[in-house]
């Protein structure tokens, strides 16, 4: 069973910092791509950003520029370093990883259960 499990969420005041980190633990696991999401009170889950194997990212317009995500391939880790917070930021954000267990295993999506952010003063 691949376990993805995301830490670092708290309380913080507008134009704070926080960081994020997922970890996904499973012997073999082969990770390709991972991603941030976050949902929101009453809102859709959406797309934060995201990075491939090789470092390649991509970010939702509204948290360009403020957010950065990066990845240590070698511990299976992922992280989210968000500046800059604004209240609009608050949900909770979860983690995927797109992967496979050893080279013949099937390739799926495995979530988080998620960390709370709330960006308020």
């Known amino acids: 069973q691949v376990q993805v499990v995301e830490s670092g969420g708290g309380l913080v005041q507008p134009g704070g910092s926080l960081r994020l980190s997922c970890q996904a633990s499973?012997?073999?696991?082969?990770?390709?791509?991972m991603g941030w999401y976050r949902q929101g009170p009453g809102k859709q889950r959406e797309l934060v950003a995201t990075?491939?194997?090789?470092?390649?990212?991509k970010y939702a317009e509204s948290v360009k520029g403020r957010f950065t995500i990066s990845r240590d391939n070698a511990k299976n880790t992922m992280y989210l370093q968000m500046n800059s917070l604004k209240p609009e930021d608050t949900a909770a954000y979860y983690c995927?990883?797109?992967?496979?267990?050893?080279?013949?295993?099937?390739?799926?999506?495995?979530w988080g259960q998620g960390t709370q952010v709330t960006v308020s003063s």
């Open positions: 499973r012997s073999m696991f082969i990770i390709y791509d």
């Open positions: 995927k990883a797109n992967g496979r267990v050893g080279y013949s295993g099937i390739i799926d999506d495995y």
């Open positions: 990075i491939t194997s090789s470092g390649d990212t």
